[in-house]
């Protein structure tokens, strides 16, 4: 059974910094996508980063360009998001999702993974 579980959210204040990791079990996504997606009250689900196979690529939303930082650790197979300068804005619950074979062109669209995690809000005060 393939679980991914989230940790690390939390209420900071605005301009301030917070690390989510994500830890899965289960089963290896070395050759695949690990990702973090957000969804705030009213809103559609939003692309946050995502690291991309063994080359360890990585993709950002424009949103947080600059500010996260996305690392994955394939030995432990983990996905860590580095949120810094975070904003008001920035508030929503936070999912981790994991692909083991999806493709480069889909790395952004969440409708492609097919693990989620159950979330962890992050709360930015201003």
């Known amino acids: 059974q393939v679980q991914l579980v989230e940790s690390g959210g939390g209420l900071v204040q605005a301009g301030g910094s917070l690390r989510l990791s994500c830890a899965a079990s289960?089963?290896?996504?070395?050759?695949?996508?690990m990702a973090w997606f957000r969804q705030a009250p009213g809103n559609e689900r939003e692309f946050v980063a995502a690291v991309w196979r063994r080359s360890g690529n990585k993709y950002y939303g424009d949103s947080v360009k600059g500010r996260f930082i996305v690392s994955r650790d394939n030995a432990k197979n983990t996905v860590h998001l580095e949120m810094n300068s975070l904003k008001p804005e920035d508030t929503a619950v936070y999912y981790c999702?994991?692909?083991?074979?999806?493709?480069?062109?889909?790395?952004?669209?969440?409708?492609?993974?097919?693990?989620w995690g159950q979330g962890t809000q992050v709360t930015v005060s201003s």
């Open positions: 999702a994991a692909d083991a074979g999806i493709i480069l062109s889909s790395v952004r669209n969440g409708a492609h993974y097919d693990y």
């Open positions: 289960g089963r290896s996504f070395i050759n695949g996508a």
